[in-house]
């Protein structure tokens, strides 16, 4: 269907290809059609590999995992050594590589500390969008267990944190210590509590972690917006929906557009009134047969009477009547049917 609705007929022994792939696969709230792009599903699958990491500490893959990859040199909330390679090492490296508005994948995970003591102080992103060891890497390389969790280091004083430090050599420099000053700054907002550690996405705003949730960001962040908008009817033939949305595109094939492309046509008059030129604006809204059933289609529905002067404003003509659900969106399918109906008696 979408082969069938997406390109018109062909031309010369050529298929016209009426709506480029990177607006069908723009979601339907930002214009397009809402098919997602592969590498977007790809990429939410794989991200999920990641949040099964970091959430199923008990599982025995999740266990196989860390003990493959967390090395002595491997410091890193999603453990990879890169030498040798693999499955996991690709799901690791596609999620640091992609990017959201110049905001890493992965930085959409975060861990919220309860009791402290299943997220690692130095490694996981829990206070801020980066682990501490690339805040303060100074005082990491000072630190003796880089892997320590953050109840090792932060205990709950009586209503103020107490905090246990564990360095290699005592600090001397005026760097260090001002990172430490820095460091205990940014942990003075953070309490200890009795609630277990857990993981949360931010990507979606309710820190529930779904493919379909960072499918969702990876689209709205690639900026992707085409042409006004178009509301959907969820109770008409999807093949009126399609249509509309092409038309108010102005991507279906009228002779205006089979121009465009460079294709002559002897006779451009209207195929219904056989007065004006066969585009979008006049099938639809200055053609006289166009009008007649406009009249009737307000006479019948009992509304005023339907004046349009683009096929944008016919998708949005329903707003303005002042009616509620479900009558609103019964005149909104309405007037998409007639426009179907419309184009099949034009041709």
């Known amino acids: 269907m979408i082969k069938r609705f997406l390109w018109g007929g062909s031309h010369v022994g050529q298929k016209i290809h009426w709506v480029a792939w990177d607006s069908v696969s723009v979601p339907k709230d930002f214009g397009g059609l809402g098919l997602c792009k592969l590498i977007d599903i790809n990429l939410a699958l794989l991200s999920k590999w990641c949040w099964r990491f970091k959430t199923e500490e008990i599982c ?12 002595a040199r491997n410091w890193d909330f999603l453990p990879a050594r890169k030498n040798l390679g693999g499955p996991w090492c690709k799901v690791v490296k596609w999620i640091a590589r992609t990017t959201v ?7 959409f995970f975060r861990g919220i500390p309860g009791k402290g003591d299943r997220i690692a102080f130095w490694l996981d992103p ?21 892997r320590v969790k953050i109840c090792d280091r932060i205990r709950d004083g009586f209503g103020q944190n107490k905090f246990s ?3 290699k050599r005592p600090l001397v420099s005026a760097l260090e210590k001002d990172d430490l000053s820095q460091l205990v700054s940014l942990l003075d907002a953070f309490s200890v509590s009795g609630n277990l550690d857990k993981w949360v996405w931010l990507g979606n705003g309710s820190e529930d972690f779904s493919v379909g949730a960072v499918k969702r960001v990876l689209v709205k ?8 908008g178009f509301s959907w009817c969820n109770w008409i033939p999807a093949k009126c929906n399609v249509f509309a949305w092409r038309a108010n595109l102005g991507r279906i ?37 166009a009008n007649f059933v406009w009249s009737a289609i307000s006479s019948w529905c009992k509304v005023p009477h339907i004046f349009a002067f683009s096929f944008q404003d016919l998708m949005i003509v329903h707003e303005y009547y002042g009616l509620k659900d479900p009558e609103k969106t019964i005149l909104q399918g309405v007037i998409i049917i007639a426009c179907w109906c419309i184009w099949k008696a034009r041709n």
């Open 60 to 71: 025995l893959w999740r266990r196989v995992i860390n003990a493959i990859h967390c090395g």
């Open 165 to 167: 430090w564990n360095w």
């Open 101 to 107: 508005d110049d905001v890493p994948l992965r930085s």
């Open 221 to 228: 962040g690639s900026g992707s917006e085409i042409g006004p």
């Open 253 to 289: 094939p009228t002779v205006e557009a089979l121009r465009r492309r460079n294709i002559t046509i002897s006779d451009s008059r209207c195929g219904l009134c056989n007065n004006g030129e066969d585009s979008v604006s006049h099938l639809f809204t200055e053609c006289y047969v």
């Open 126 to 146: 829990w206070i801020s969008s980066d682990p501490l060891k690339n805040v303060f890497p100074r005082l990491f390389q000072l630190e003796v267990n880089r």
